[in-house]
């Protein structure tokens, strides 16, 4: 029982990094451009889901206080994709 539980608390680290995953694949095989832009989307989405989620919900994004998570995600993600919109081919 216990297991199965603290399985369904970490699909949104899941979710982060099937993303990133995607981002990473687009990244190596396609246009780098989109790809991090998609990696950084990832990391945002990360930042969403500890913001709106519950301390138990969000599951391993949980790693300190909820606005010090959330700062430090959504202000990488922006970093990412201002670096990715920025830097010339």
């Known amino acids: 029982m216990a297991g199965e539980a603290q399985r369904r608390n970490e699909w949104p680290l899941v979710l982060s990094l099937l993303v990133a995953a995607t981002g990473l694949v687009v990244l190596t095989f396609y246009n780098w451009r989109n790809g991090v832009i998609i990696f950084a989307g990832s990391v945002v ?41 920025i830097v010339p081919n």
């Open 45 to 85: 989405l990360a930042g969403l889901l500890r913001a709106t989620l519950s301390d138990t919900a969000a599951g391993l994004l949980h790693v300190r206080g909820r606005m010090f998570d959330t700062a430090f995600l959504l202000a990488t993600g922006a970093a990412i994709i201002t670096l990715g919109l």
